[in-house]
């Protein structure tokens, strides 16, 4: 977590006057990025990146904390929070994802801020694309291995339910099958062995 102290409220000026209902995307910004050539020397290479970002206004959170020997739920009004993607314009491949917020609790306001980076947004998305397909069958916990939910299976209503949230998913499908070793026959022969 980063807590960077701000001297000017111009930055916190700009992330307030931020409007809920836009996304805002900045222009190009060309960047020096370390690549290494056939030489195996590292060179450096322009890649433009781009940054978008969203604000939220924040709801009312949730908090558990522990008063004596109970568990107890508090709740504390929201604050506004911002969501920052840096990505590459060309692949359009994330580099960092920040979640920003700033507090006022001395009066002049302090960024702090959780940054995730590829691995972590992948592993970050994992975790939430999961949390309607995980068996919950009774009342007790569990642990489940990350790759366990790496193959958790859609039933048919979720996955019906995933493709009419994702329509684009289709088409990478029909791509990936005329790129593979997969042909209709293969595909038909699935088909009879399910039903019989």
């Known amino acids: 977590m980063n807590i960077p102290e701000t001297n000017s409220t111009s930055e916190f000026d700009y992330f307030s006057n931020k409007r809920v209902e836009k996304v805002y995307l900045t222009k190009s910004i060309p960047t020096k990025i370390p690549f290494r050539n056939e030489n195996n020397e590292i060179v450096d290479i322009i890649r433009p990146i781009r940054i978008l970002s969203k604000v939220l206004e924040g709801a009312e959170q949730h908090h558990f904390i522990k008063s004596g020997q109970e568990i107890v739920l508090r709740v504390t009004s929201g604050e506004r929070q911002e969501v920052i993607a840096k990505f590459y314009e060309d692949t359009r491949g994330i580099m960092s994802l920040q979640i920003q917020r700033y507090t006022k609790e001395t009066g002049m306001p302090h960024q702090i801020s959780f940054t995730f980076l590829p691995d972590e947004i992948k592993k970050l998305q994992n975790f939430i ?46 791509e990936a099958l005329n790129e593979s070793d997969i042909n209709k026959e293969d595909v038909q022969g699935l088909s009879h062995r399910k039903n019989s």
């Open 129 to 174: 694309q999961n949390i309607p397909l995980l068996p919950i069958e009774n009342e007790e916990k569990h642990q489940f291995e990350d790759k366990y939910l790496e193959k958790i299976v859609f039933t048919k209503e979720q996955l019906l339910h995933y493709i009419s949230e994702q329509p684009e998913i289709i088409q990478e499908l029909i």
